[in-house]
């Protein structure tokens, strides 16, 4: 089994910057890609960025140029470094992992934009 942890979630003004980490544990050799997704109050849960394990990357339309997905092997973790944040980018921030064994979903980061 993979398991996902994230961590860097919390408030931050419009404008600023936060880096969210998701790391993997477990069965890690299984994941074939990662990615982050978020849900915002009242809305269905949306694809923010996805990197293979050969570093492929996708972005949202929406985010591209605010939001970079990273990830370090050596750690198991992968980020989404989020700069210039709207109050707009205000939800909950899930990791996701594509494993050989099924989709694996972190429990979320709350993440608020907000004067």
């Known amino acids: 089994q993979v398991q996902l942890v994230e961590s860097g979630g919390g408030l931050v003004q419009p404008g600023g910057s936060l880096r969210l980490s998701c790391a993997a544990s477990g069965s890690v050799f299984r994941i074939y890609a990662m990615a982050w997704y978020r849900q915002a109050p009242g809305k269905q849960r949306e694809l923010v960025a996805s990197?293979?394990?050969?570093?492929?990357?996708k972005n949202a339309d929406s985010e591209k140029g605010r939001f970079t997905i990273s990830r370090d092997n050596a750690k198991n973790t992968v980020y989404l470094q989020m700069n210039s944040l709207k109050p707009e980018d205000t939800a909950v921030y899930y990791c996701f992992a594509d494993t050989q064994i099924g989709d694996v979903w972190g429990q979320g980061t709350q993440v608020i934009v907000s004067s």
């Open positions: 990197i293979t394990s050969g570093a492929s990357i």
